[in-house]
T-cell receptor, first 113, second 112 residues
Framework: DAGVTQSPTHLIKTRGQQVTLRCSPK?????VSWYQQALGQGPQFIFQ???????QRGNFPDRFSGHQFPNYSSELNVNALLLGDSALYLC????????????FGSGTRLTVV | QKEVEQNSGPLSVPEGAIASLNCTYS??????FFWYRQYSGKSPELIMS????GDKEDGRFTAQLNKASQYVSLLIRDSQPSDSATYLC????????????FGQGTTLQVKP
């Protein structure tokens, strides 16, 4: 049973560029959430997708956008990259509802130079 | 006030001891609570969930919840060096849509 898969695992981008991160949820999961984790910090909620719609959003600027496809996979796009966007980006999938814990992917390490 | 607060540590315990990790949260309407373990350089892994006041045991792990005090804790009995990791407390807020809010994590060091 495949877990959550993310790609790429590592990425180096230049300030001002755009990046797309991809996530395939665990089989049977229909909800995808994206988190940003800076070194030494807990994951910060970016947004959550369910039924191809953004259901909730954290305190992130509009430069962060996303999409969920009919097969439940998801993308995170970040435009106009800043040095401060350097972090581990985590995708998590779950069943819909408040009582289901997340299954995390291994993450994408983004470095902006 | 942070929504979910944890002492960043490090918490250092000898092998075989009980490790006690604590977490407080601000949203009184929160309904679901989770503990994740994160090894250095890895992604978080779910180890416990708790929804009702009281204790929930799973092997060497016990989660404790006190909604009146807005407090959740994780006890690890017979701590092993392999338990050395960062433990993240996560809370589902009163909006009940599945959005988890994480604390900053507590680093646990178990010394042989």
């Amino acid at each position: 049973d495949a877990g959550v898969t993310q790609s790429p695992t590592h990425l180096i981008k230049t300030r001002g560029q755009q990046v797309t991160l991809r996530c395939s949820p665990k089989s049977g999961h229909d909800t995808v959430s994206w988190y940003q984790q800076a070194l030494g910090q807990g994951p910060q909620f970016i947004f959550q997708y369910y039924e191809e719609e953004e259901r909730q959003r954290g305190n992130f600027p509009d430069r962060f956008s996303g999409h969920q496809f009919p097969n439940y996979s998801s993308e995170l796009n970040v435009n106009a990259l800043l040095l401060g966007d350097s972090a581990l980006y985590l995708c998590a999938s779950s069943l819909e509802g408040p009582n289901y814990g997340y299954t995390f992917g291994s993450g994408t390490r983004l470095t902006v130079v | 006030q942070k929504e979910v607060e944890q002492n960043s540590g490090p918490l250092s315990v000898p092998e075989g001891a009980i490790a006690s990790l604590n977490c407080t949260y601000s949203d009184r309407g929160s309904q679901s609570f989770f503990w994740y373990r994160q090894y250095s350089g890895k992604s978080p892994e779910l180890i416990m969930s708790i929804y009702s006041n009281g204790d929930k045991e799973d092997g060497r792990f016990t989660a404790q919840l006190n909604k009146a005090s807005q407090y959740v804790s994780l006890l690890i009995r017979d701590s092993q060096p392999s338990d050395s990791a960062t433990y993240l407390c996560a809370v589902n807020g009163s909006s009940n849509t599945g959005k988890l809010i994480f604390g900053q994590g507590t680093t646990l060091q178990v010394k042989p």
